[in-house]
């Protein structure tokens, strides 16, 4: 039983453009929900990560909106760039197990 | 601060052989974390450890599996008798509360021959 639900599996967008990435969850007692860039060959990097307790958080071209009712949250990246085109996971963790449980992740490509 | 370290970064076994994998956790860090994640897909958890002890290892299969992480040096994950199954890069955190931010480390790609 997968955790998280990732989705697309595959995404392409034209430089510029915004990139959405959607994920979702069923178990409530969830409460950090992080997003990591992976690049092949490396390992994950933390992109940016929010809390149940606010709806949106902005870091520069990135912005994560979480909707709690409906157990959904997205990752939106404004201004895509080509330096962008990487592999994206969204996780999420029981804070005091902080055991991660990631989605099937999300290869974004940007086209020039 | 270097980042996690993890070593050998790529490991070539035959099947039936040991493999033995290493992460150096970030200076400060005390708390460790293994995943694995197969060709095309996401991180699955295996273990969490602090110093000396095996704090949540419901991820790991049952059998061939181990890992400790010693009052002095790293972490090891180690497979025996490997199959062809366990090829896969396998991937280690560290966090420096146990409840925070895990910071990954590069990987290691294992492949049974």
């Known amino acids: 039983q997968q955790q998280v639900k990732q989705s697309p599996q595959s995404l392409i967008v034209q430089k510029g453009g915004i990139s959405i990435i959607n994920c979702a969850y069923e178990?409530?007692?969830?409460?950090?929900f992080p997003w990591y860039q992976q690049f092949p060959g490396k390992g994950p990097a933390l992109l940016i990560a929010?809390?149940?307790?606010?709806s949106e958080k902005k870091e520069g071209r990135f912005t994560i909106s979480f909707n709690k009712s409906a157990k959904q949250f997205s990752l939106h990246i404004m201004d895509s760039q080509p330096g962008d085109s990487a592999t994206y996971f969204c996780?999420?963790?029981?804070?005091?197990?902080?055991?991660?449980?990631f989605g099937s992740g999300t290869k974004l490509n940007v086209k020039p | 601060n270097a980042g996690v370290m993890q070593n050998p970064r790529h490991l070539v076994r035959r099947r039936g052989q040991e493999a033995r994998l290493r992460c150096s956790p970030m200076?400060?860090?005390?708390?460790v974390y293994w995943y694995r994640q197969l060709p095309e897909e996401g991180l699955k958890f295996m273990v969490y450890?602090?110093?000396?002890?095996?704090?949540?290892e419901s991820g790991m299969p049952k059998e061939r599996f181990s890992a400790e992480f010693p009052k002095e040096g790293p972490s090891i994950l180690r497979i025996q008798q490997v199959v062809r199954g366990d090829s896969a890069a396998y991937f280690c955190?560290?966090?420096?509360?146990?409840?925070?931010?895990?910071?990954f480390g590069p990987g290691t790609r294992l492949t049974v021959l």
């Open positions: 200076k400060g860090h005390s708390h």
């Open positions: 929010i809390r149940p307790d606010v």
């Open positions: 450890l602090q110093k000396e002890n095996i704090i949540d």
């Open positions: 996780a999420a963790s029981i804070n005091n197990f902080n055991k991660f449980y």
């Open positions: 178990n409530t007692a969830f409460d950090y």
């Open positions: 955190a560290s966090s420096p509360q146990g409840y925070d931010t895990q910071y």
